[in-house]
């Protein structure tokens, strides 16, 4: 080994990111024997994952710069446990923020700075004495994933130096290491030059947070690994071009393949020659069939020893672009995609196992079929999970240098990195080296990615050019391009963000020589992805347009302990923060604890086969028309029974068998409303104008052009009514709102209490030339107790106008409840319902009283929440939410849909908003009897 001092100048150096780190290779696993592979137990392994020593400092000078000497008196040092992030476990601080970088405001920096008074240390040491398994054989250390940058030391000497948090480091310590307790240490930067491109839109965070273990290599070892795998044109013929490379004694040494099929079949047992095998009558691997082959490779040494056995698992498939469209296996592909971090909320990016196959049911589940590993490579253990499961991989480089060219929207690349800068190639290219070499083998990756957001230079284009020539048989991509055409070269398909779908059809309707992807699409920030079903149109019209990548799967949210000792999902900012972009990182199809979001079904939807999709239409459509008539004729069936009027002083009385009206003349509605002896009314119902303004809502500005309609939803008021008695048959009893704020503007709500035992709801807006547009338009009521269950027929889970296709038609229950967005705002509605039901229930659960709302014919919206619109639009986390005992239920005949373009301009399509000069009217009908 070389030995090296190290210097801290590294960290500022972007040519210096890697000092004795051993070359990257593939995730292969090697045993000793044939026995170890078969039970996937391996003793060349040894776990150093555990507790360590440890000691944090803010900056570099503060740190303890000889705790890498065998003496050093570690008496200071606390502890901490690896894998896990350093901010969450007690040290230094956390931030959440975008493109902005952490230090913006604090220090004037240009790239390759760095602030060295802030500029946090990890100091750890852990000791360990070898594994029987790994003795006498040379030993390396692999740490999986440190961020940022790492200094090593064993046993008092310098071991090595990396950058890259998101690939192996890896280091041979067979030299420094001793007989009995061996200690190794290891210095952990946040800040070097590295902290330039990791500037992922992510929480900011540092240390080994990734599994470390030592591995030992046998006598002769296989260090690299390429089982490259191939279909000819046929789909029958599998190719496979193993390639193999030894370390050690390898003079003599052999490698022997046997590759088998599921059954245990064997489709080749022989020497590995550099030639590529012909194998007949494979299945080929894809999402419909993700079939792998299971190939064993034996390495034995020069007296024919067995001193290796290599498992891996592999499919056979052929990936090209054929005619300026994206092919698998010879048809076109269009990924029906995810966009996914790796999150836990107690551990952040620190992910386990579960973490991963609990996210790999949900994507089987929910028919996505593709992933993108934003923005970074992931633990190996994913891209197992999607070779299995045929889910289709961008693998994406660890780069993203967001904040050195784009300043609050604009372009403005003129400091840019990397750019076309010399200096800062070799780092780059070595990412994408790092991850190609890791993850060449896995069948599921079908696309290499050069990183996010980073512009365009010449040392992104030699980053495509390395891929290019070792990996003829996968393709490239980057979406910076789009920023900078003359680097269009970079990637072989269009990809493009956020973009609308009318811009898109653009595109693909000028004959464009490559595909079109979305590499991020339908921005799932709180109550979100309407609309959906524009990009999937596109993808049934236009062979080019191949899919897209949802943003993203998870909200990236932490628990913690406010300030009040409650346990809450934090988000930006809630941890003393600043520069924040608070809860902009909560966009996922599940939340933070990995609960699907209600939007779930209409991804299930749309990402289902088309034919999938026309039987759930066929059926919904019958189960609509099967209640439709059933409502119709039990209102028929009704029987008359007579009206009897009260006329008093403040009140017009209206009674009936089993229910009584009071009519105030003064809080301009009913007052109260009893059925069989409950009173259902807080107060009197009022026109619903507003509703809390979702993330979208506030993003595209929409909260702030339309926001008179908050005031009228608040603060209108009406006039006494007009009251038409025609007892005993019917009375009617009408109020007029003037809708304060929006001049002209008015609601009337009318009321006609029949002798069939119903009480007729009718609220009309007439539409006001210049009036803001509308986010809804209704009726809106508290129960003056909580319901305890609300039963509705019409369309499951929660549904708006631009996202109810993938519900399903029937009958439903759910408890009233506030849907745990990060920031509460608008949720809970059922779109198209013909009938709800109220329950209240005594503590054992049975229903004492209930009140059902029916549709008069057209459908109507509703939702029945534990907090009204004002309510919800004041609280910043769900836990501020005042827990009244009074249930908010909103009826509505329109509203406006959720959209999900984006987050941060652009308003729901057209068809879903809500025109101020237009009429909007509902009408419903309470049972009270
Ligand atoms: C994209 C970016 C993502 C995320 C998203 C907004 O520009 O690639 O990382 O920031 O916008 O949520």
Redesign the pocket.
């Known amino acids: 080994m070389k030995t090296t001092k190290p210097e801290l100048s590294w960290l500022t150096d972007p040519q210096v990111f890697a000092v004795n780190r051993l070359a990257a290779h593939s995730d292969h696993i090697c045993y000793r024997t044939a026995a170890e592979a078969a039970a996937r137990r391996t003793s060349l392994r040894q776990s150093l994952d555990g507790e360590w020593r440890f000691c944090w400092s803010p900056n570099p000078a503060a740190r303890p710069a000889d705790f890498w000497r065998p003496d050093a008196d570690l008496s200071a040092f606390g502890t901490i446990q690896v894998p896990g992030h350093i901010e969450l476990q007690g040290y230094g601080e956390l931030q959440y923020t975008?493109t902005l970088y952490p230090w913006d405001g604090r220090a004037a920096l240009r790239p390759p700075q760095i602030d060295w008074d802030n500029a946090p240390v990890g100091s750890y040491v852990t000791e360990f004495t070898v594994d029987e398994g790994l003795r006498g054989q040379r030993v390396c250390v692999s740490f999986q994933g440190v961020e940022q940058a790492m200094y090593l030391w064993c046993n008092g000497v310098f071991v090595g130096y990396a950058e890259d948090s998101f690939t192996p480091s890896e280091f041979d310590l067979t030299d420094c290491l001793q007989e009995g307790t061996n200690r190794l240490c290891v210095e952990v930067h946040k800040r070097c030059s590295a902290s330039w491109i990791e500037d992922?839109?992510f929480f900011r965070f540092s240390g080994i947070f990734r599994p470390v273990y030592l591995y030992a290599k046998p006598k002769v070892h296989l260090a690299d690994l390429w089982l490259q795998a191939g279909l000819e044109q046929d789909n029958l013929t599998g190719t496979l071009t193993p390639r193999v490379q030894l370390e050690g004694e390898t003079e003599g040494a052999r490698v022997t393949l046997r590759l088998t099929d599921s059954e245990g079949y064997a489709l080749y047992e022989g020497p590995v020659t550099g030639d590529t095998l012909e194998l007949q009558g494979v299945q080929p691997w894809s999402h419909a069939t993700p079939t792998l082959y299971h190939a064993e490779l034996t390495v034995t040494d020069r007296e024919g020893t067995v001193q290796e056995v290599v498992p891996y698992d592999i499919g056979f498939r052929r990936f090209e672009m054929v005619d300026g469209v994206m092919c698998l296996n010879g048809e076109r592909v269009v990924f029906n995609g995810v966009n996914r971090h790796e999150w836990n909320a107690e551990r952040g990016r620190a992910i386990g196992p579960e973490d991963m196959d609990a996210a790999m049911e949900v994507f089987r589940r929910n028919n996505i079929n593709a992933v993108r590993t934003?923005?970074y490579p992931n633990q190996s253990r994913w891209y197992d999970l999607c070779d299995r499961n045929g889910i289709y991989m961008i693998d994406e480089t660890n780069l993203e240098s967001h904040g050195s060219w784009q300043k609050l929207g604009a372009v403005e690349p003129s400091w840019n990195v990397p750019g076309s800068l010399p200096e800062w190639k070799d780092c780059v290219v070595d990412r994408a080296r790092s991850m190609f070499e890791r993850d060449k083998n896995h069948t599921a990756v079908l696309i290499w990615s050069c990183g996010?957001?980073s512009y365009a230079g010449e040392d992104i284009l030699a980053m495509t050019e390395f891929f290019h020539q070792q990996d003829p048989g996968r393709l490239v991509h980057y979406e910076g391009v789009f920023h900078n055409r003359d680097f269009d070269a970079i990637s072989d398909m269009e990809s493009r963000?956020?973009e609308k779908p009318w811009n898109i059809r653009d595109y693909l309707e000028s004959k464009p020589a490559k595909p079109f992807i979305l590499c991020?699409y339908m921005?799932d920030?709180g109550n979100s992805l309407g609309g959906m079903e524009s990009y999937i149109r596109l993808a049934e019209k236009y062979p080019q347009y191949q899919g897209g990548f949802i943003?993203?799967y998870m909200d990236q949210a932490l628990w913690h302990t406010d300030a009040l000792g409650r346990r809450v999902l934090g988000y930006g900012g809630d941890f003393g923060e600043r520069t924040t972009d608070y809860n902009?990182?909560g966009?996922g199809i599940v939340y933070a604890d990995g609960a699907e979001k209600p939007a779930m079904q209409e991804v299930r939807y749309w990402y289902a086969d088309a034919a999938d999709r026309a039987a759930q239409d066929a059926r919904n459509d019958a189960a609509a028309k099967a209640a439709d008539t059933a409502l119709a004729a039990s209102w028929e069936a009704r029987a008359r029974q007579p009206l009897t009027v009260t006329e008093g002083d403040g009140n017009l009385g209206v009674k009936g068998d089993g229910f009584e009206i009071l009519f105030s003349y003064t809080e301009g509605g009913p007052s109260s409303l009893r059925i069989g002896g409950t009173e259902w009314l807080w107060r009197a119902p009022r026109p619903a104008v507003w509703r809390a303004a979702t993330d979208n809502d506030r993003g595209c500005g929409f909260a702030q052009r339309s926001g008179a309609w908050l005031a009228a939803d608040a603060l209108s008021k009406a006039g006494q009514p007009e009251v038409v008695v025609e007892a005993p048959d019917r009375v009617t009893v009408e109020y007029r709102f003037p809708l304060v704020s929006v001049p002209g503007a008015e609601a009337v709500l009318r009321y006609t209490v029949l002798d069939q035992g119903a009480l007729e709801v009718e609220a009309v807006y007439h539409g006001v030339e210049g009036a803001p547009e509308l986010p809804c338009f209704g009726v809106r009521f508290q129960t003056a107790a909580p319901v305890a269950a609300t039963r509705w027929t019409g369309l499951s889970g929660e549904t708006y106008p631009d996202r109810y296709k993938g519900a399903d038609f029937g009958c439903f229950e759910e408890v009233p409840h506030i849907e745990p967005h990060l920031v509460p705002q608008e949720c809970g509605l059922h779109w198209q319902t013909r009938q709800a039901v109220l329950q209240q229930r005594d503590a054992r659960g049975r229903t004492t009283a209930s009140l059902t709302l029916q549709s008069c014919g057209e459908p109507f919206a509703f939702s029945a929440l534990p907090n009204t619109a004002e309510e919800l639009e004041a609280a910043q986390h769900p836990c501020e939410l005042p827990v009244t005992g009074r249930t908010a239920v909103t009826v509505l005949g329109a509203s406006r849909g959720v959209g999900g373009i984006d987050?941060w301009g652009t308003d729901v399509e057209e068809a879903y908003r809500l025109d101020g000069s237009r009429e909007y009217t509902v009408q419903f009908r309470i049972l009270l009897r």
């Open positions: 975008n992922q839109d934003c923005h996010n957001e963000m956020y991020e921005h920030m943003w993203d902009f990182s966009n987050s």
